[in-house]
């Protein structure tokens, strides 16, 4: 395999356009056959889920996908988090028969993506309950503080 540095058109994330500058391009000689070195694959989601979500343009259903599986959610737990419901965020995804994702939503999921690290467990039951209670009412918190730099919050007793 001989390596040089290259680039590459990125259709694996799911996304249309997007181009690697630099990478590691191992060509066979022989056959052709091409193989890219993606380093810090993690970073590169990360940094190209921010310029999806800070474009000016409206997301497309493939960026909507991107952004929603970068955030670390399922179709049907993106849709609990968005209080819409599974066929929603399906027609929201969908490239043969798209439905526009409400202004709203749009700047939810972009103030989800600048704000917050993918999701390793999800609050889905504490999100769902909170959906069910009617009347809104002021928290009470006590705050202690810890150390230096750090706070901790208990819910307080009524």
Known sequence: MRVSAGTHEYTECGLSGIL????????????????????????????LARAVAEKDDRLVPQEIRF???QLGFSGVDFAGVMGRTPETVSRWES???????????????????????????????????????????????????????????EQATA
């Open 67 to 69: 952004l929603r599986k």
């Open 20 to 47: 690697l500058v630099g990478v590691n391009v191992h060509v066979c000689p022989k056959c052709g056959e091409r193989a890219v070195s993606i380093p810090s694959i993690e970073e590169l989601h990360r940094t």
């Open 95 to 153: 490239t043969t028969t798209p439905t526009t994702m409400d202004s709203s939503a749009e700047r939810l999921l972009r103030l989800m993506v600048m704000t917050r690290d993918p999701v390793t467990e999800y609050p889905l039951d504490r999100l769902s309950r909170v959906a069910r209670n009617t009347e809104p009412a002021p928290i009470r918190l006590s705050m202690r503080h810890i150390d230096r730099d750090r706070w901790a919050s």
